[in-house]
């Protein structure tokens, strides 16, 4: 499997897709929107993505919301199951500096992560999953950009609370490189 993709990577990618179908089942919330919910799935995704990086990010977001679409509706709705791959693979691609892992997340690190989650989830929900839609599903145009408008901010607001909260906390377990002295 080589370098990018570990046993550790491999059993991350499959833990964070169980959790992804699990908070998409019981973490959810109707936004009042049809068919869309506010998703604490993206706080999760966000952490797994910034600790495992952009291929885990990736795959978790398609693997998990394909088995929650699977599981919970019947079928993948495949627009937005790539939109989600995308939140994960730009999140991992945009935030490889940050080093949670180290213990390191500071403010610099709070608005860098914040950033580019606004990002990742800007291009996934106000442009990705309604151009999809239309394309692949020839929904109508201001139902899917307002659903996507909705999915999108809603998620932004999720990760920029949660997931902030979650990396900060994950963050603190951990000791800063150079932290440590040797007593003599």
């Known amino acids: 499997m080589g370098k990018s993709l570990s046993i550790h990577k491999v059993v991350a990618i499959g ?6 179908v699990i908070l998409g089942r ?5 936004s009042g929107v049809p068919d869309t919910n506010i998703e604490t799935t993206y ?5 797994f993505a910034l600790l495992y990086g952009p291929y885990a990010g990736l ?9 929650k679409d699977a599981i919970f509706y ?17 999140i991992g691609l945009l935030t490889r500096g940050i080093r949670i892992g180290d213990g390191q ?17 800007a291009a996934a929900w106000f442009v990705i999953a309604p151009t999809l839609d239309i394309w692949i599903y020839a929904e109508p145009v201001n139902k899917v950009y307002t659903q996507g408008l909705v999915a999108g901010a809603a998620n932004i607001v999720t990760v920029a609370v949660l997931g902030t909260l979650l990396a900060g906390a994950y963050a603190r377990t951990k000791a800063k490189q150079g932290s440590l002295t040797k007593e003599v």
Request: hydrophobic fraction near 60%.
């Open 43 to 47: 706080a999760l995704l966000a952490i």
């Open 74 to 90: 019947g079928s993948p709705w495949f627009s937005w199951v790539i939109a989600s791959g995308v939140v994960g693979l730009l």
């Open 26 to 30: 019981f973490g959810s919330i109707p």
């Open 15 to 20: 833990i964070g897709s169980a959790l992804f």
């Open 105 to 121: 997340f500071g403010n610099k690190e709070i608005i860098r992560f914040n950033a580019v989650q606004v990002i990742a989830n």
């Open 59 to 67: 795959l978790i977001g398609l693997i998990g919301h394909t088995l």
